[in-house]
């Protein structure tokens, strides 16, 4: 089993930053690829970025290419979040994902078999 904790979320004003990180543990050796995932309430959750951590393979929602830059570190089993230029449309809860089994597709929620419990992003218009 793998064991996601968030942090970094906080209450920043619109155009700020903000590096959201992922800690791993458990049996770690497993994943594959980490995923970042938001939902604001009474919306669904949506997929944001992803990288495959054996070869730094990364992908990106539309809606933040160019201002999110997802990476690793493997010796930390550590995932991060840059996030700079944030836009109100940015707030929202950000959730981590493990995948320990490739898949056809990075921004599919059913191929993340391990989930942290979120945490909240705010940015001020």
């Known amino acids: 089993q793998v064991q996601l904790v968030e942090s970094g979320g906080g209450l920043v004003q619109a155009g700020d930053s903000l590096r959201l990180s992922c800690a791993a543990s458990?049996?770690?050796?497993?994943?594959?690829?980490m995923g970042w995932f938001r939902q604001v309430p009474g919306k669904e959750r949506e997929p944001v970025a992803a990288i495959t951590l054996s070869t730094g393979r990364t992908n990106y929602a539309d809606s933040v290419k160019g201002r999110f830059t997802i990476s690793r570190d493997n010796a930390k089993n550590t995932v991060y979040l840059q996030m700079n230029s944030l836009k109100p449309e940015d707030t929202a809860v950000y959730y981590c994902a493990a995948q320990d089994w490739g898949g056809s597709s990075w921004s599919e929620e059913r191929l993340y078999r391990y989930w942290g419990q979120g945490t909240q992003v705010t940015v001020s218009s």
């Open positions: 458990g049996r770690t050796f497993r994943t594959y690829a």
